[in-house]
């Protein structure tokens, strides 16, 4: 089941307030100049989740590349926890751009995209339907095309 405009546009205000906004506040010792941003991030959360969900495939990148490089910025390539990909913004980030800086991710990981388990990935692989990587693990491509053609059930 695809996530839903409202349920990502809620998600990417929380994580903005969480991530961003509040730090902010508390650097500024509570001042009320943040509250207007809070109320431009969530009109603007409202577009961004229109592009991600069902906009055109460069707007989605677009919007989504953005979000995560402010959103989990760090030294690192980007690697949320498996449970992340269970999030309204991470089955959207899946389906619309796979694993937005992995060109393979390990079966634990495509299984946390699909809604599926580690040896439901394997057998997938096995049968062809999952494309493996010669460096290991299946390519984030190929889980990304899974869910858009056959709708994978999320867990």
Same mark, same amino acid.
């Given at each position: 089941? @695809?996530?839903? !405009?409202? /349920?990502?546009?809620?998600?990417?205000? $929380? #994580?903005?307030?969480?991530?961003?906004?509040?730090?902010? /506040? %508390?650097?500024?010792?509570?001042?009320?100049?943040?509250?207007?941003?809070?109320? +431009? %991030?969530? *009109?603007?959360?409202?577009?961004?989740?229109?592009?991600?969900?069902?906009? =055109?495939?460069?707007? &989605?990148?677009? +919007?989504?590349?953005? &979000? %995560? &490089?402010?959103?989990?910025?760090? =030294?690192?390539?980007?690697?949320?926890?498996? *449970?992340?990909?269970? @999030?309204?913004?991470?089955?959207?980030?899946?389906?619309?751009?796979? !694993?937005?800086? &992995?060109?393979?991710?390990?079966?634990?990981?495509?299984?946390?995209? #699909?809604?599926?388990?580690?040896?439901?990935? !394997? *057998? #997938?692989?096995?049968?062809? $339907?999952?494309?493996? !990587?010669? /460096?290991?693990?299946?390519? @984030?491509? @190929?889980?990304?095309?899974?869910? #858009?053609? /056959?709708?994978?059930?999320?867990?």
């Amino acid at each position: 089941m @695809s996530p839903t !405009h409202d /349920e990502v546009t809620e998600q990417l205000i $929380k #994580l903005i307030d969480i991530r961003l906004l509040d730090p902010l /506040e %508390i650097l500024v010792d509570g001042d009320d100049a943040i509250d207007p941003l809070r109320a +431009v %991030i969530r *009109d603007r959360a409202r577009s961004w989740a229109t592009a991600i969900v069902s906009g =055109d495939d460069r707007a &989605a990148v677009s +919007v989504v590349m953005r &979000a %995560i &490089a402010t959103l989990y910025p760090g =030294d690192g390539p980007f690697n949320p926890p498996l *449970d992340w990909w269970r @999030s309204p913004f991470g089955q959207a980030v899946a389906r619309r751009v796979g !694993h937005p800086t &992995a060109e393979s991710v390990s079966y634990a990981v495509a299984g946390a995209m #699909l809604g599926i388990t580690r040896q439901g990935v !394997h *057998d #997938l692989a096995s049968r062809d $339907k999952l494309a493996r !990587h010669p /460096e290991g693990g299946v390519r @984030s491509a @190929s889980v990304r095309d899974r869910l #858009l053609r /056959e709708g994978t059930r999320r867990v």
